[in-house]
């Protein structure tokens, strides 16, 4: 099967979309389209109306949204799912993954605060309450680092950390939380995380 990612090399949503592929073993079935999201006529549109990366075009349909590309490139191979379908350890999976893709959401927007608006409407309040965000929820997550399991929650976290790195390094989430950072020491070495690293 041949699919089509909307794609920018920056992106943590669609660095989450690109580790979860390559863990699954389906990446080399995707291939990456450009889609700078802040040009015009970049074409995405044409396949997501909310002209946002990443979207996935596939025979089955157009899915936009990291975690539904996600879902669906769960179907496509054989091994354990990496979004628990049931058991126990669904509930704990979906809530990490929503925790880590809100720290995701505050960073990115702390990033179109600072670097898309004209610098007189930069408001400090704004950047503030999305550091206060990132910083409550890693000292959430932090008690409960999670083993080197891979899954939906763990890529997302992954993700996470490496653009916090990438954006906002003078955040130094590792400060104070010396298991999460061993966590991502390992995490971060992985051939999918070292495959898709950020670059602008
Ligand atoms: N909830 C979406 C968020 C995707 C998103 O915000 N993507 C950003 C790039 S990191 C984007 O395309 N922004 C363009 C815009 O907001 O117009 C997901 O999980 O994929």
């Known amino acids: 099967m ?5 794609y920018s090399p920056a992106s943590p949503f669609v660095r989450k979309v690109l580790v979860f592929a390559h863990e699954t073993g389906v990446a080399d ?9 802040w040009e015009p006529d970049t074409g995405i549109t044409r396949d997501n109306p909310l002209g946002k990366v990443p979207a996935l075009a596939t025979p089955d349909g157009v899915f936009a949204g990291s975690y539904l590309c996600c879902e669906y490139l769960d179907t496509l191979h054989a091994g354990p799912r990496l979004i628990p379908q049931d058991g126990p350890e669904r509930w704990p999976v979906l ?15 702390r990033v179109i605060e600072q670097v ?44 996470a950390l490496g653009y916090l790195d990438f954006r906002a390094p003078q955040l130094a989430w590792r400060e104070g939380r010396g ?20 670059h602008v």
């Open 2 to 6: 041949s699919m089509k990612l909307w």
């Open 179 to 198: 298991a999460l950072s061993q966590w991502y020491e390992t995490f971060s070495a992985r051939k999918s995380m070292q495959a898709t690293l950020p």
């Open 29 to 37: 079935s995707i291939e990456l389209v450009p889609g700078n999201v």
């Open 95 to 109: 809530q990490l993954h929503a925790f880590a893709d809100g720290i995701i959401e505050a960073t990115v927007a």
């Open 116 to 159: 898309r608006r004209p610098k007189e409407y930069i408001y400090q309040g704004t950047l503030d309450r999305q550091s206060a965000k990132i910083v409550q929820t890693l000292d959430r997550i932090a008690p409960m680092t999670p083993t080197q399991i891979i899954n939906i929650a763990t890529i997302t976290l992954g993700c």
